[in-house]
């Protein structure tokens, strides 16, 4: 069983042009650890993807599932707990910090604000935007944005993390850094499930996949290794 | 003057003028698995024709001793037609993907096969783009000049990378619309 499973997902959406099949039989996999990167043109659907992958919109038809959890019935419960969802575009209220910002879904669950402040500064130094804690939306750069963005969603230890244009509107200088980090966090057992419209996202991706006029297209994850028992060799050895 | 390995060779005279044994082992270093040697007598023969042409030439007196190393330097030609050359590497890039295009159609009776090929094409380049190694974070200090080099080469190869996406994705697009039209008529 894999911690994220899409099978055969069908999304379209109506509007004054008609109706846009986004998704077509989409079927995805990730394991705990996957870095798995989804490139795309703009308007392919690849955030819809994110989305639906992370449970906070609903497929038209197919299945989803994170950790053997459809959810499409349990989808509430597992945004914020096991499932985050990272989307670049910050709002700040008025006068409120990185900090403040990255504890805002820790105090939402009733985290205490004093375990809400210790846990968001851990995510923010984990992301290195230690630094950016008192500083206002207007203050931060599109990289420091980023890593707040990111802190607040791992604030909450997540096991999936879906994010969305990780690199979009960030310096060609300033993305490595971030590509680092996602590596990182990958490598430390973290599923993370990125969209991007640009090939510098790809780097070092342990999947990338391309999703173009609905479909989604790419090599698939490696076959589990068959598993042979060893006992019935060693019965065949000595029966013969 | 058609030979890549001549203009490189001329590109490392420019870079520190120096000797046939050492320019050859520059070459390797730099050049390694995108411009491979055949042997060290290719320097010799590349530095021949450079020669010929004006574009490199011997300083005086790296003749002389018991072993003699002449040392070659570019000429102010030399230096002229590398940039030259660097410029028109646009045209020869242009020429490549016109290759692949060209050499696409023959297929173009079988607007299937042909989407079967821009699949692998597709999955070639995304293999690619998943290859290309993060730059580490830079450190003023140890950011050598061959560091500089490798991550220059790496960025280009990634927008490179999404540029080829791009048109595959519109060339499928119009493939489809060809399909259907063949399976119509």
């Known amino acids: 069983m894999s911690l994220l499973e899409l099978e055969g997902v069908h999304k379209r959406y109506t509007d004054k042009s008609g109706e846009r099949v986004v998704l077509r039989d989409v079927s995805l996999r990730a394991e705990a650890g996957d870095l798995v990167v989804v490139w795309g043109l703009r308007c392919s659907g690849r955030s819809t993807l994110l989305r639906v992958a992370a449970g906070i919109e609903p497929p038209d038809g197919g299945v989803v599932r994170f950790d053997g959890h459809d959810l499409i019935s349990h989808g509430e419960r597992l945004l914020g707990g096991g499932i985050g969802y990272c989307q670049k575009t910050l709002r700040f209220a008025d006068g409120q910090s990185a900090l403040d910002h990255a504890m805002v879904g820790l105090l939402s669950r009733w985290v205490s604000p004093t375990k809400a402040r210790s846990l968001a500064l851990e995510a923010l130094e984990r992301v290195g935007a230690g630094h950016c804690a008192r500083m206002t939306q207007r203050e931060l750069s599109s990289a420091e944005a980023m890593r707040v963005a990111l802190a607040r969603t791992l604030a909450l230890k997540p096991r999936l993390v879906a994010i969305d244009e990780p690199v979009k509107g960030v310096e060609l200088i300033d993305r490595d850094p971030i590509l680092s980090l996602l590596r990182s966090l990958a490598d430390e057992g973290l599923t993370v499930l990125a969209s991007t419209g640009e090939s510098t996202g790809l780097s070092q991706a342990d999947r990338g996949l391309i999703l173009g006029d609905g479909e989604l297209r790419g090599a698939p994850p490696p076959a589990p290794a068959t598993v042979v028992p060893l006992r019935r060799g060693i019965e065949r050895q000595a029966s013969g | ?185």
């Open chain 2, 1 to 185: 003057m058609r030979s890549p390995v001549n203009w490189a060779l001329l590109g490392l005279i420019i870079e520190q003028p120096s000797y046939a044994y050492n320019l050859a082992q520059r070459f390797e270093r730099r050049y390694g698995e995108v411009l491979p040697l055949s042997n060290i007598g290719h320097i010799y023969t590349a530095l021949g024709m450079l020669g010929g042409r004006s574009l490199i030439t011997e300083i005086p007196g790296t003749r002389a001793g018991r072993q003699p190393k002449p040392h070659y330097r570019a000429t102010a030609l030399g230096v002229k037609e590398y940039r030259q050359w660097l410029v028109g590497q646009v045209g020869e890039d242009r020429r490549r993907n016109q290759l692949f295009v060209l050499a696409l159609a023959a297929l173009s009776n079988e607007p299937e096969q042909v989407l079967e090929v821009m699949a692998g094409y597709e999955q070639a380049w995304l293999s690619e783009g998943m290859r290309t190694p993060i730059a580490r974070v830079h450190d003023a200090a140890a950011d050598s000049a061959s560091a500089l080099l490798s991550r220059l080469t790496e960025e280009e190869n990634r927008l490179a990378v999404g540029a080829k996406l791009e048109w595959i994705e519109y060339a499928r697009q119009e493939l489809k619309k060809l399909r259907g039209l063949v399976r119509r008529a």
